[in-house]
């Protein structure tokens, strides 16, 4: 592959007349894993939507697989796991998945493999809304990872799993990013951060950083990412 | 673009299949109005006849009309439809895919009441039966439209709900069934002019009155298409891919 994997060019959003992105530039090589990580409210759902073509974009443009976020041709290259569960609650596990992979044009051996991705191979005939919220999150991944997109997009993945499961996920990630698939994970949980490539730092809708994590911890001098972040920030104030 | 609009349909009927009290309600309440309705003219059999078979074509418009407001809300506000839209699926087979799946329920719900109608109740019409079913059957499917396209106004269930009495309500009273549309001052026979249950009170009539296919029956059976088709397409443009 070749080409950039996400290119944002001074890219800002407006959600309901609140400014919510200002001015944010980045690209991200193919086959990457990227940390999208900052505290809640700082714009790392808002960015993620505008990469999927989600979002009305105020100003800047944002390009995914050299076209512009949203177009048509990107959406079946292009997996999207929203940070709440988009699945339905009163389907199976099986049912859910198979019905996105029915709009997709996959066959069943990929709903079974996807299924078999995320560990519910024992809860495909259990209803959603019977199952547990990292079993749920679970479900949607698995509809995102349907077909094996280039880029796949994923909203706090791991929030309330279990750290065996998050192990065993961040695990598959790796293996996704090795074989070419390039992924912009979003979370809170700083020490997440460590098993990305390169990192987005955000805080109040502006870019803070943007660098692989052994940079950014050099750059800081600090240990781990909570301290840079931290560090970060007090220069940011600083130097206004 | 087929495959995504049979798939939609069969994964609403699945989720309908889940959830049996609301299919049964869905399915018999109508019917047991109806039931209600001849005994209570059970002296007045002409009166009977006349309001019956219009009533059989505004219960599953409304029934159709309230499921389906409510069904696409749920799928709006979960985020479900919003996912939809990031995969390659066009917004009308979404929208053609929930008209299958709620036509056919109303298919069931109509062919329950229509033989109860007139195989036990004994509902008098000149025309025939099937037409009238088919009839009803229209004008359930506008009543999937019509809910499809004001789910996109409501922001809770409870929103929803309201645009019952809000958008039915209204036609119901100009219909012609509680007032000859003949009698009402100007204003409001125009306003029932363009109301679409308007014409589906006076196909169900010119069917309880005519055995033959009436040139007004034709030109009503057109009117209640182009509403059925306009207001699917004006609900597949209700539908955003992206947000502000």
Not at chain 1, 166 to 190: A, E, N, Y
Not at chain 2, 25 to 35: G, M
Not at chain 2, 200 to 224: N, P
């Amino acid at each position: 592959m070749d080409g950039l994997a996400v290119e944002a060019r001074h890219l800002s959003i407006v959600r309901d007349k609140l400014r919510t992105l200002y001015n944010v530039s980045f690209q991200v090589q193919p086959g990457t894993i990227v940390g999208l990580i900052g505290p809640s409210g700082s714009g790392k759902t808002t960015l993620m939507r505008t990469i999927v073509g989600l979002q009305t974009i105020a100003d800047g443009s944002v390009d995914v697989l050299g076209l512009p976020a949203g177009s048509s041709a990107l959406r079946d290259r292009v997996g999207y796991m929203a940070q709440t569960p988009s699945v339905y609650e009163d389907l199976s596990v099986r049912q859910n998945i198979a019905y996105f992979a029915g709009i997709l044009g996959y066959p069943r051996s990929e709903v079974d493999r996807v299924i078999h991705e995320v560990d519910l191979a024992k809860q495909t005939t259990q209803r959603v809304e019977a199952l547990s919220g990292g079993q749920r999150a679970r479900v949607s991944l698995a509809i995102a990872l349907l077909g094996r997109p280039a880029l796949l997009v994923l909203d706090e993945p791991t929030v309330g799993l279990d750290p065996v499961l998050r192990q065993s996920l961040w695990g598959l990630f790796r293996q996704l990013g090795d074989s070419g698939v390039t992924l912009i994970v979003s979370s809170h949980v700083m020490d997440e951060a460590a098993r990305c490539d390169t990192l987005l730092l955000t805080r109040g809708g502006r870019l803070i950083a943007n660098d692989s994590v052994s940079n950014i911890l050099a750059q800081t001098g600090t240990g781990d990412v909570e301290s840079a972040f931290l560090q970060l920030v007090e220069k940011g104030k600083r130097h206004v | 673009m087929f495959r995504a609009t049979y798939m939609t349909a069969w994964r609403v009927l699945l989720q309908l299949f889940h959830d049996p009290r609301t299919l049964g309600l869905l399915w018999l309440v109508p019917t047991l109005l109806l039931v209600l309705l001849r005994y209570m003219y059970d002296n007045q059999r002409p009166l009977f006849d006349v309001i019956g078979p219009q009533l059989l074509v505004i219960f599953p418009f409304v029934t159709m009309f309230l499921v389906t407001s409510v069904t696409t809300l749920r799928e709006r506000t979960r985020g479900t439809l919003e996912r939809l839209l990031t995969t390659p699926m066009t917004k009308l087979s979404f929208i053609v895919g929930y008209a299958l799946a709620f036509g056919l329920m109303a298919t069931i719900q109509i062919g329950l009441i229509s033989l109860v109608a007139f195989a036990w109740l004994g509902l008098n019409m000149a025309g025939p039966a099937w037409l009238v079913a088919c009839t009803a059957l229209v004008v359930a499917v506008l009543g999937v439209g019509l809910g499809l396209f004001v789910s996109a106004f409501a922001r809770t269930e409870f929103q929803a709900v309201q645009f019952m009495p809000a958008f039915i309500f209204p036609q119901f009273l100009l219909c012609g069934l509680l007032v000859a549309r003949d009698n009402m001052a100007d204003w409001l026979r125009w306003l029932s002019d363009i109301f679409p249950l308007t014409y589906a009170v006076e196909a169900v009539k010119e069917l309880s009155a005519h055995s033959t296919i009436t040139d007004t029956l034709q030109k009503d059976l057109l009117i209640l298409g182009c509403w059925l088709v306009g207001a699917l397409v004006v609900a597949s443009l209700t539908l955003r891919r992206r947000s502000e």
